[in-house]
């Protein structure tokens, strides 16, 4: 992967996660503590390093919350920060980087650097103010501990976005996301119709069914009527049914739907698979989609729009892998 595409993708996941995380706190500017707990739960070496120390989310959040404190009682102020609700960042909107947070992601792939998660952590333990320094003291740890274990898990050849295998006549794209949450509660959710609207962007409802949820079983879903933000939702009347085919069951190692437009003619299906890892602090997931390659001259028109082809598949993993994140947050 090239640096330009690692840095940029490395900034939108980072920038997600962080914003979700001060979205939390009814704040709209992020800063470079929330920038620490995105890269707690990041699926590249930096998340990994952070992680096998023993720093959980949970802990992160603590120590955010107990430096916080710490800040305000040394000014002499008797007060406290509001008190942590739900993730509403997807619901709501203007949101931005605070200037420092925004400099340091900048910097991280800048000359010299490599534009990953781990180039962001290096940057982040050297900040100026020392935050960050005394976020790691009050989880047990000191820079210099951390940027050693970073040096064992960090690697050029790394990648967050991982290769699908290719199968004749598909189109198929893969990329991993990290879930702070066991394996078997991870699983139990993906292997759940009902909540398929949380991590399918394409579904806002499932109609109601008793069935079991083994191998052949057919759900229909309707396309969802409004964006998070109450928006109203635009959408042609062929493309408001799907039909939802559970494919593959391996328990908790793996699962994958099958999504197709009925109302629509000669509707190709996506096929979307989730291949589940126990990791330290949580579960490794990968996550891949895969349709039907266009036949005959179709093929040929669509050649030159593979470029953005690409693009947009890993836009769609990528809003797929951060739902599933969320969930768990």
Do not use: C
Not at 283 to 292: A, R, Y
């Amino acid at each position: 992967m090239n640096k330009l595409v690692r840095a940029a993708q490395t900034s939108q996941s980072l920038s997600l996660a962080a914003m979700e995380e001060a979205s939390r706190l009814g704040l709209r500017e992020a800063d470079i503590e929330h920038l620490f707990l995105a890269l707690v739960i990041s699926d590249q070496s930096a998340g990994r390093a952070l992680r096998s120390m023993g720093i959980s989310l949970d802990a992160a959040r603590q120590a955010v919350e107990e430096q916080r404190e710490a800040q305000l009682a040394s000014l002499g102020i008797d007060a406290s920060f509001p008190e942590a609700g739900r993730i509403v960042f997807h619901e709501t909107d203007g949101y931005e980087w605070s200037p420092r947070a925004r400099a340091l992601i900048a910097k991280s792939s800048g000359r010299n650097k490599s534009g990953a998660a781990a180039a962001v952590l290096r940057g982040l333990v050297a900040e100026p103010s020392g935050l960050i320094t005394e976020i790691l003291d009050r989880l047990g740890t000191s820079s210099d501990a951390l940027l050693k274990q970073l040096d064992q898990f960090d690697s050029p050849a790394e990648t967050t976005t991982p290769a699908a295998e290719k199968v004749k006549g598909r189109i198929s794209g893969s990329s991993e996301t990290f879930v702070s949450a066991p394996m078997e509660k991870v699983w139990e959710f993906l292997a759940d119709p009902t909540r398929i609207p949380e991590w399918e962007p394409s579904l806002g409802s499932i109609e109601h069914s008793e069935q079991e949820a083994t191998v052949g079983a057919v759900w229909q879903g309707f396309a969802p009527t409004s964006h998070p933000n109450g928006k109203p939702v635009k959408i042609k009347p062929q493309f408001r049914r799907r039909s939802i085919e559970l494919v593959a069951v391996l328990r908790p190692e793996r699962i994958a739907w099958s999504f197709a437009h009925p109302d629509v003619g000669r509707s190709r299906s996506v096929l979307t698979e989730f291949t589940l890892v126990s990791a330290t602090g949580g579960t490794q997931v990968q996550i891949t989609k895969s349709w039907p390659r266009r036949q005959g001259w179709r093929s040929l028109v669509a050649l030159p729009l593979r470029p953005i082809q690409k693009f947009l598949v890993w836009i769609t993993l990528f809003q797929t892998g951060s739902a599933v994140s969320r969930a768990f947050r």
